[in-house]
């Protein structure tokens, strides 16, 4: 099985923030699906469906994008592996500019406290993630950045991230996670 566990906050005040890009892709993944999220006694909400021939689960925490680690024991009594072409995080980097897609098999948190997180539990940061773009002018020196939400004059970028992201998602459970990263990354947008 492959699991997708996508960084997010859960409360509705945090809807289509930066943070939580990587809900939006999770959302478009299980709307995909034709399934929407349910939660079964874990702290976190899960749908169910198939990235190419492999069964996939995509997870949100209501945890909190700072503890999102708490979810990964419970992933793992639930069958989950933690190999780089079995498990892929999805969240948000203000180091990269809007629309960008970099993934990477393995690396360190840059700094993302739900990518540190993960790294706690498992106790390595050999897993694969998908860092999605929401950096902009001054992203850097505003803490509160990443709270903030998408203007409208940047959703259609938003958009088509969000589907690439999904794409690239069935592009790693189908060839694995370094094939995705030869054909996914992106860092401007122009590049395509």
Known sequence: MKTVLAIGNPDEKYARTRHNIGWMVADALAAEWGEKFKRDGFEYWSAKGRLGRATALAVKTWTYVNETGRVVPQLESRGAEFGPDDFIVVCDDIALPLGAIRIRAKGSSGGHNGLKSVEAALGNAEYARMR??????????????????????????????????????????????EKAMTRFNRVDRREE
């Not at 020196?141 to 969000?162: C, I, Q, R, S, W």
């Open 132 to 177: 999605l773009g929401v950096g902009g002018p001054g992203a850097a020196a505003n803490p509160d950045y990443v709270l903030g939400k998408f203007g409208t004059h940047d959703m259609k970028v938003v958009e088509e991230t969000v589907t690439k992201a999904v794409e690239a998602l069935k592009g790693w459970a189908a060839d694995g996670v």
